[in-house]
């Protein structure tokens, strides 16, 4: 129980991946990374990988799915002496519940579909299997289902739901999307896989695709050099975890919960991220005076799914001086019998009445908190109390190549600024005033894959 417990205190640090094999010589690929925790399908679970793995300080987690005999598995799971175990898939509540129960020495990760989220359990790891594989995606003719009414480049991202998931429940969030089967997946898309993430405070299961993995476990020099330019991005977004639980800057406040679309990507938080305004998600429920404290706007996705308190809090919210924008009356998303995680083509057209009025607000030139500008393959994610001593902006780029000149300007006077860099960089910037609400003005003349911008006063 002991060692249970000493397990449990280190959840929080656990940088997960998925692991094709039992091999105990492809541990040594994990030398150097900081990747530390392994999820393995059961047909792998090997007291002589196990046993090397311990050696090493790397914790490893069995994955049971649905359809096995759980409680047999989480009993051999406890035979040979594994760290954990993942349900990934959708089980049948009670089974969730028992297999908790069971696993009571053993560390407990859940990975469900999104709709079978729980933000009321004790787990310290929440997450979902499900996810967009984060990247750009042309609009063309063949794919007017991502012809959003936010224009431009659409980037599939979680972020959006992330968001939200975190705004639902403090702590560690896992999402374990996997990149396209028989596809032969290029570097820079895992890079972006791990910032969509990382920036918002989430983890990102790493999972390979078959010919990586092929190439990897045959210690292939391009394999090998590129598996440790992924360990290096991991590891430069877990240094920058330290800021991870600085406030969400939000002047805009977006209220909304998973009836309204909070739990699929494409929704509302993602069509204002990509115009790089901050935006502060607020869960329906959490809805209160100090929720929207310093918000100036907020958005109100499902005025009816709100109960009369929290219509009251709203209600006060424009006495005082804020602004509020109802969705349409009639306005409702789809429901949680639709199994399915991104808006379709009817939802985008449902979407398209309450987006008109909302850009139309956030094109009127006021700064919300950071403009940018060049950065339509990149999406941004503001932190900081406005007013605030420090302010934190991570830029996470989709373009697949370097984005020269970006430019921002951030609302308050900052006299430093230190933009930190994956490939082990940390440059001093020269921030500059602006004319514009007190704001400061950086020039960033390189952007690769990521970017964070560390600002003080």
């Known amino acids: 129980m002991l060692a249970a417990a000493m397990l449990v205190a280190t959840l929080a640090d656990w940088v997960p991946a998925r692991w094709p094999t039992n091999d105990p010589a492809s541990l040594d690929l994990l030398t150097g990374t900081p990747i530390n925790c392994l999820l393995l399908e ?3 679970w090997s007291s002589a990988f196990l046993t090397k793995a311990a050696a090493q300080n790397i914790t ?5 799915r649905p359809g096995a005999d759980t409680a047999q598995a989480i009993r051999t799971a406890k035979e040979q002496h594994l760290n954990g175990i993942v349900l990934e898939g959708e089980f049948p509540r009670a089974d969730t519940d028992a297999a908790r129960k069971e696993s009571a020495d053993l560390a407990f990760v859940e990975l469900p579909p999104r709709r079978a989220l729980r933000f009321d359990t004790q787990d310290t790891i929440t997450g979902t299997y499900q996810g967009v594989w984060p990247g750009v995606r042309p609009v063309d003719e063949k794919d007017k289902a991502h012809a959003m009414p936010s224009g431009g480049p659409w980037i599939d991202t979680n972020t959006g739901f992330l968001r939200y998931a975190r705004a639902m429940r403090k702590g560690e969030f896992w ?3 996997a990149p396209p089967e028989n596809v032969i997946t290029p570097l820079d898309r895992y890079f972006m896989a791990i910032g969509d993430a990382s920036m918002v405070g989430a983890r990102w299961v790493l999972a390979l695709d078959s010919d990586f993995w092929k190439r990897l476990l045959a210690r292939q020099d391009t394999a090998v050099r590129d598996w440790k330019r992924i360990a290096q991005h991991i590891r430069f977004y877990e240094d920058q975890r330290k800021y991870r639980d600085l406030p969400i800057y939000g002047l805009m406040a977006v209220v909304q919960d998973a009836s309204s679309g909070a739990l699929l990507s494409g929704s509302i938080l993602d069509m204002i991220a990509v ?3 901050p935006v502060r998600p607020v869960p329906g ?4 005076k100090e929720a929207l404290t310093k918000a100036l706007m907020a958005i109100n996705i499902d005025p009816r799914g709100l109960t009369p308190d929290k219509a009251e809090v709203l209600k006060e919210f424009t006495r005082s001086g804020g602004t509020v924008l ?3 009356p009639e306005w409702k998303m789809p429901s949680d019998s639709k199994n399915h995680i991104t808006v379709d083509e009817d939802d985008v057209k449902k979407l ?7 850009n139309s607000m956030i094109a009127r030139g006021r700064n919300m908190g950071v403009r940018l500008f060049n950065v339509s393959s990149m999406l941004s994610f503001y932190q900081g109390v406005p007013g605030g001593d420090r302010a934190v902006l991570h830029l996470v780029n989709y373009s697949g190549y370097n984005v020269e000149n970006v430019t921002a300007h951030v609302l308050g006077r900052y006299r430093k600024a230190t933009l930190n860099l994956p490939e082990g960089k940390s440059i001093a910037m020269d921030p500059y005033d602006v004319d514009e609400g007190e704001a400061t003005g950086l020039d960033l003349a390189n952007v690769p894959a990521y970017a964070v911008v560390v600002m003080e006063k």
């Not at 398209?352 to 909302?358: A, V």
């Open 42 to 44: 059961k047909q792998s």
């Open 352 to 358: 398209d009445e309450i987006w008109k009025e909302m």
């Open 275 to 277: 115009k790089h305004t």
């Open 326 to 328: 109802n969705g349409p």
């Open 60 to 64: 490893v987690l069995g994955i049971i």
């Open 285 to 288: 429920a959490r809805l209160s």
């Open 175 to 177: 999402i374990a999307v």
